[in-house]
């Protein structure tokens, strides 16, 4: 080669040796998210992910408590200036419009939710009481809607689109013995995200699911009274649960919070810009068929 083209190459190598080396602008950057039961499992993950990708975000959850704890543990990923957190239970009105509020007032505004609060119950159908049918509905339906409503009109006000997914479940499109409640209240979640993906598009907002299946390991819904009765409902040791599911599975794999974020974090993202009113199965093929 020519020396003058030789010298060229070697210094446009170079250069782009040190742009590989740059840090990446990291995809979401300067939006504000608001992460619905943030201090259990699922939603501690979903946060830790969309700090790590630039993102501010608004923790929620009815326990202080545990909260307190998350925020902690979050800390060290996030800035000094990119996380918050507000105490609410999310079945409350007044409580939702404080959120919101917390959210305009620490980060001025809000671009992505995670609905994602939630619990489990289980009772053979036949001692299902209205007490444990209207807790699932009134955690489960009307305190998705009442987020997604919040977060929507703050959504339209700001005339800059948005993101949300809610987290419902597997059990939201496949009926699961002994929880009748919990199954129809999962699957009312997905036809609420249906309807206000239609009616969010001419806006710009997007409106998407992850349904997990069991995700035992880092939730506080399988710490509890849940795992005895699935592992009864199935005839297992409750020190079994894990594998149960993991053997029950298509993949032979366990789901795990992580997993969960990963695709929460893409229908969020312009990765899935043109994506809306659908969902994403995060259960090892559980969905899909039965293995046994
Ligand atoms: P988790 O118990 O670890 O977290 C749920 C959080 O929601 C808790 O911190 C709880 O305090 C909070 N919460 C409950 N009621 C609330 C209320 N009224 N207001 C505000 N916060 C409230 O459970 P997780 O596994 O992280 O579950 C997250 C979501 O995923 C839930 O909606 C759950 O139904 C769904 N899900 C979980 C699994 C699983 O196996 N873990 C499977 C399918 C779906």
């Known amino acids: 080669l020519p ?95 404080t959120i919101l509020n917390a959210s305009a007032l620490a980060f001025g505004g809000l671009d992505l939710l995670v609905s994602n609060a939630g619990i489990a119950s289980s009772a053979p159908f036949e001692e299902t009481s209205l007490a444990l049918w209207e807790r699932n509905q009134s955690i489960l339906v009307t305190g998705y809607f009442l987020a997604s409503r919040g977060a929507y009109r703050m959504m339209q006000q700001q005339k800059l689109g948005g993101s949300m997914v809610f987290v419902a479940s597997k059990n939201g499109l496949v009926a699961s013995g002994g929880a009748a409640a919990y199954c129809t209240a999962k699957a009312a979640e997905i036809h609420l995200a249906r309807c206000l993906a239609l009616e969010g598009a001419a806006h710009g907002i997007r409106v998407n699911v992850v349904n997990p299946d069991a995700v035992i390991r880092g939730s506080r819904i399988w710490d509890g009274k849940w795992k005895e009765e699935r592992a009864a409902s199935n005839k297992i040791d409750s020190d079994d649960i894990e594998d149960f599911y993991r053997q029950r599975s298509m993949l032979k794999r366990s789901v795990l919070p992580e997993d969960i974020s990963e695709a929460v974090y893409f229908l969020l993202s312009e990765k899935a810009g043109k994506s809306t009113g659908n969902i994403i199965n995060v259960d090892a093929g559980n969905a899909a068929a039965f293995t046994r």
Do not use: H
Not at 31 to 44: F, M, N
Not at 59 to 69: C, F, G, P, R, V
């Open 3 to 97: 020396e003058q083209e030789a010298f060229d190459i070697e210094y446009w190598l170079l250069e782009e040796a040190k742009l590989q080396r740059m840090p990446k602008p990291k995809s979401l950057a300067g939006r504000i998210a608001l992460v619905t039961g943030g201090a259990g499992g699922i939603g501690q993950a979903v946060a830790r992910q969309l700090l790590q990708e630039g993102a501010c975000v608004m923790l929620t959850d009815i326990d202080s408590e545990a909260l307190a704890q998350a925020k902690e543990a979050l800390r060290k990923v996030a800035g000094p200036d990119n996380l918050a957190t507000v105490r609410a239970d999310i079945t409350s009105e007044e409580q939702v419009e």
